[in-house]
T-cell receptor
């Protein structure tokens, strides 16, 4: 099956700093990637849809200036949490969708990044 | 609005059978997914239903009734490693995935 990686897996930072999370599709080209965040015991919340070569589409209530998304290539999307605060602490998960995926499992998830802001 | 309902938590015994229900109200329907998520890990795909009926895959089966807006995931011969959260997700008319809050399944020996 398709493999998606995320880096780093865990990050602890001080309040006010910025953190960059990378999402890579290792064995396929992903024209579309998705960024989710998940609070403890809660379901996935879609933050934005990232399309290669164009601006990301943000969900309602997600600050685009705080959560910067760059999808510069078909295998890499990055999420930068700018001026992080403790309330940004969460589990961030990316997923990727191959352009010609015909199977039902259209999204392949990365392993997630645990962000803790002190 | 769009809504997916599933129980918050269920408990079952090793070796037994458990059924996790999911009901949905969405703007359109283009398939229903079940994912398994262990604590601190990303979801992994379990099953996909787009037509009514039962899809069987080893110890796991998933059922769909579109007229009732209802699905269930059936897990047989439960093993301790099946302890996880199970997420129901529906693809709506815009092909967006709408996620349920997940059901935490606790398996006891």
């Amino acid at each position: 099956g398709a493999v998606v990686s995320q880096h780093p897996s865990r990050v602890i930072c001080k309040s006010g700093t910025s953190v960059k999370i990378e999402c890579r599709s290792l064995d396929f080209q992903a024209t579309t990637m998705f960024w989710y965040r998940q609070f403890p015991k809660k379901s996935l919340m879609l933050m934005a849809t990232s399309n290669e070569g164009s601006k990301a589409t943000y969900e309602q209530g997600v600050e685009k200036d705080k959560f910067l998304i760059n999808h510069a290539s078909l295998t890499l999307s990055t999420l930068t949490v700018t001026s992080a605060h403790p309330e940004d602490s969460s589990f961030y998960i990316c997923s990727a969708r191959p352009p010609d995926e015909r199977g039902p499992n259209e999204q392949f998830f990365g392993p997630g990044t645990r962000l803790t802001v002190l | 609005g769009q809504n997916i309902d599933q129980p918050t938590e269920m408990t079952a015994t090793e070796g037994a059978i458990v059924q996790i229900n999911c009901t949905y109200q969405t703007s359109g329907f283009n398939g229903l997914f079940w994912y398994q998520q262990h604590a601190g890990e990303a979801p992994t795909f379990l099953s996909y239903n787009v037509l009514d009926g039962l899809e069987e895959k080893g110890r796991f089966s998933s059922f769909l009734s579109r007229s009732k807006g209802y699905s269930y995931l059936l897990l047989k011969e439960l093993q301790m490693k099946d302890s996880a959260s199970y997420l129901c997700a529906v693809k709506d008319s815009n092909y967006q995935l709408i996620w349920g809050a997940g059901t935490k399944l606790i398996i006891k020996p």
